[in-house]
């Protein structure tokens, strides 16, 4: 019996059913889909912060000071340390190796122009690719330094063909596909580069060109990693020395700056790693204030979520207080009354909100797509969080209706007196 | 009630003139039907609420965050040209420019030598302004404070074996002794620097600064059109964006943008169902007092007219009332996530105020005309 009515009940009143469900629908998509963003957004922008450029800078031990003014390197070529460049695919090898956005290796060589003009040239990966194990991976300026332009084409990472740093060419009155002498040979200008930054006055080339002038192959002066990291906190800033092994464990396995930094000092041998604070930290802050604020965002799509489905199922309920007098003179009891309507909620909610969220999934992609443009991923746990969240709501929504419904003597409710 | 009473209420009614009739009607509704009347507009209230935080905080977010990217220190640098030094008043020139809301701060480089004949880059800097423009990223132990006070860098530390004790350096001859009250972690160039005070700079090594980092603050076109007037007023200098900078904060800027518009969007849609649903109860709820007018001889227009003016006071109401609690949250918000108040925006208002009228219009005759099509005599009948 109490099945049937329930059925019946969906059968024939199916307007009114719709048109709560649809408000329960709207209510668990919009839910759905803030939540996932909220959850999303800080990697989303984190990757969106790497435009910033490199965080962490790897350079060699012992190293002596750089003596560097505007750009221009002054300390003698021969001086100092470096890293070798053979070392470098084991970054693609670490425990957060998937948090690697890129890296550029860099090598600045002082040279001398035409009219004894002294100018660095910049050797560098482009986009290259480096292979370790069977991964192969792109990096290169192009990913860790997005802002450089280039106007005419990025050289081949394998030709020898370079770029000027536009002030530089200005100087000297030189276009892309012209030739320059360096070091004794014509090298093509592949392109102008363009950064804001010191490199304006610079030659950058790739860089095995830079390790041949210099006379040192396989010699890198500094890594720049570009990483995917988490906002910096305490705990981050703790001396890994001084952790137990668990605490350890748990630090070396969050990707902070902090601990990916360590982690490269371990693959690369030899090597000091450090945060570039100016990006690094920057980065942090940005982040926690855009999760705060999606945080809030969520909670008050939650309230009006919870809202707008209360509402329609108050409505609901109260729309059927006849019926509600027809069971209680045929003689069923408040409980029975409740219950019924209860299942009814239960039912409506589930079917509605599972339809929601697959909605909601639906809209979190399109926010994805069309404003970060890539995927936004729905964790399946947070289906069943949500039924339960849309079932909580509409009884909530519905309990305050019910009880005024069954309190309703039922002469009243059948003559239809409100 | 007593027969005095009612004599009073009808003399009353028959002095009245004949549109307090209306208004009578819509305050009496209000206050017989309390409950339903209160949950109209509670939803109403809250969606208000809701959509003018939310709309708040869309305006203000902007400003909010583009003060967090301010951190990243200089956004756009001034450089003498090669072989020529900046002129002498260009910090003031800069900082006329810039207004009240820019920093600019200068920076002069010299090579020193350390008795052992090393070479190290010495800078001389504003220390305040300094910390004004990278204080957030620059991780200093202490600024210096006295004179021949030095921020060494973190680099430069270990390697002039500088912790603590005064430590001697020469510039072309001159020498000057430098206290290490500080010292400075970057991660870049810095940290291979020594940063003692302009003027102390000047006077050991005649240089005079040759860099201006300046913090400009505003959208994208402020930075742009303070560049342009930087140099057309530094025809001798370079200026240029730190595009590092600028770039990434246009980037996430505009993603920022189009995320909280699409949850605005979401949101007060949300809570306009939220609206219909509470009114379009509250009205059909009443089918019997329409009816009984009808049958008491309204005409159509005025019924509608009457439970339109009553749904337009409550939005009205609701409206304003949740205005003002939407303020406070969005204010409450900006404290808590951004620490520093959001600007109630009175802008929002009218916004919200049609807005709620609209919904709460919408609300009301979409039951009203399904209603007229039904016979009074069906509806008192309690069908």
Known sequence: MFLRLLYESFRRQKRRKLLAGIAIMLGVGVATAMIAVATDIGDKISRELRTYGANLIVTPQEDTLDVEIGGVNLKPPSDGAYLNEADLPKIKGMFWRNNIVGFAPMLPASITLGGARNVTLLGTYFARSVVFGKQDFVTGVRTTHPWWKVQGAWPEDNSEDILLGDHLAAKLNRTPGQDIELAGRPHRIAGILSTGGPEDYEIVAPLALAQEILGKPGAVRRIYVSAVTKPEDAFARRDPKSMSPEMYDRWYCSPYAQSIAFQLQEAIPHSHAEQIRQVAQNEGTVLSRIQGLMLLITLAALLASALAVSASMATAVVERRGEVGLMKALGAGNLAVAVLFFAEATLLALLAGAAGFAGGALLARQIGHSIFASQITIQPVLLPIILAIAVLVTFAGSAVAIRRAVKFDPVYALRGDA | ?383
């Open chain 2, 1 to 383: 009630m007593s027969s005095p009473e009612t004599s009073r209420v009808a003399r009353r009614r028959a002095a009245a003139p004949h549109t307090s009739m209306f208004l009578r009607m819509l305050w009496r509704a209000a206050v017989l039907r309390r409950g339903r009347a209160a949950s109209a507009l509670l939803a109403m209230v809250v969606a208000a609420a809701v959509a003018t935080a939310m709309l708040n905080l869309y305006v203000d977010v902007q400003a909010k965050l583009r003060r967090e990217f301010r951190k990243y220190g200089a956004n756009v640098v001034v450089v003498a040209r090669d072989g020529q030094s900046l002129p002498d008043d260009t910090l003031t020139t800069v900082r006329s420019a810039l207004g009240s809301g820019g920093i600019a701060v200068p920076f002069a480089y010299a090579v020193a030598r350390t008795p052992d004949g090393r070479s190290v880059v010495v800078a001389g800097t504003d220390f305040q302004q300094a910390q004004k423009l990278n204080g957030s990223w620059w991780s200093v132990t202490a600024w210096p404070k006295a004179s021949h006070d030095a921020l060494v860098g973190a680099h430069a530390a270990v390697v002039l074996g500088a912790a603590g004790k005064p430590f001697d350096l020469s510039f072309q001859g001159r020498s000057i002794r430098l206290n290490p009250v500080g010292t400075l972690q970057t991660g870049a160039a810095e940290d291979s620097r020594v940063y003692v005070s302009l003027a102390e700079f000047v006077e050991w090594t005649h240089v005079p600064y040759s860099t201006v980092e300046i913090s400009a603050s505003g959208s994208a076109d402020d930075v742009s059109t303070v560049i342009q007037r930087l140099g057309q007023s530094l025809p001798g200098a370079d200026v240029h964006p730190v595009r590092q900078v600028t770039e990434g904060e246009a980037n996430v800027l505009g993603k920022m943008r189009s995320t909280l518009l699409v949850a605005s969007i979401l949101i007060i849609l949300t809570a306009a169902v939220c609206v219909l649903s509470t009114l379009t109860g509250w009205v059909s709820d009443r089918r019997r007092d329409f009816a009984l007018m009808k049958a008491l001889g309204a005409s159509g227009r005025l019924l509608q007219g009457f439970f339109a003016a009553e749904a337009a006071a409550l939005g009205a109401i609701g409206a304003i009332l949740g205005f003002s609690i939407g303020v406070g949250v969005a204010i409450w918000i900006g404290q808590a996530n951004f620490h520093a108040p959001v600007t109630p925006r009175l802008s929002v208002l009218p916004l919200v105020l049609a807005g709620g009228i609209v919904i709460a219009l919408i609300a009301a005759i979409l039951p009203i005309s399904l209603l007229r099509r039904v016979q009074p005599a069906t509806i008192l009948r309690g069908e």
